[in-house]
């Protein structure tokens, strides 16, 4: 069956949406729920760690763009809070002076990104072992090469 005519097969009951996930209609009941039972929920959720990965995975990212300097000239790079054990937060890309290869000074372009680690869950070397290849890759730009 074609994925727009799949809605028409759908069981409903009532109270539901067509086409909605179990996982909205849970998200919906947790928005009712008492603030103080849901404070406890979000204590309960942050501190299983099993759950949150096979609800939400291991690493998020979060892009904003470059909203500063498109329209101010200014530079500014996200701050990366999330509730994942690997969190970028990615900006735009600017242009700025900066030190050539042969020691000039010349106008290069910057990525805006910042990383956030869970020490609890990624040992430290192993994360410097990550990121020093990371920002290798993102020098050389890899994976950005012309495509047939």
Not at 26 to 42: E, H, K, T
Not at 93 to 105: E, F, L, Q, Y
Request: net charge neutral; no cysteine; proline share 3%.
């Amino acid at each position: 069956m074609r994925k727009s005519r799949a809605a028409q097969a759908e069981k409903t009951t009532y109270g539901t949406v067509v086409g909605e996930r179990e996982e909205g209609r849970l998200a919906g009941f947790f928005q009712s729920m008492p603030g103080a039972l849901r404070r406890l929920a979000v204590w309960w959720y942050k501190r299983n760690p099993f759950l949150r990965k096979r609800t939400q995975g291991t690493v998020g990212m979060s892009s904003v763009e470059d909203i500063l300097g498109a329209t101010s000239g200014m530079w500014g790079f996200p701050i990366a809070t999330a509730g994942y054990p690997l969190f970028f937060g990615v900006g735009g890309i600017s242009r700025k002076p900066g030190v050539a290869d042969g020691g000039g000074i010349e106008i290069r372009e910057y990525l805006a990104m910042s990383v956030m680690l869970d020490h609890d869950v990624v040992d430290g070397a192993d994360a410097a072992r990550f990121l020093g290849r990371l920002g290798e890759l993102l020098k050389e730009e890899y994976g950005l090469g012309e495509t047939d």
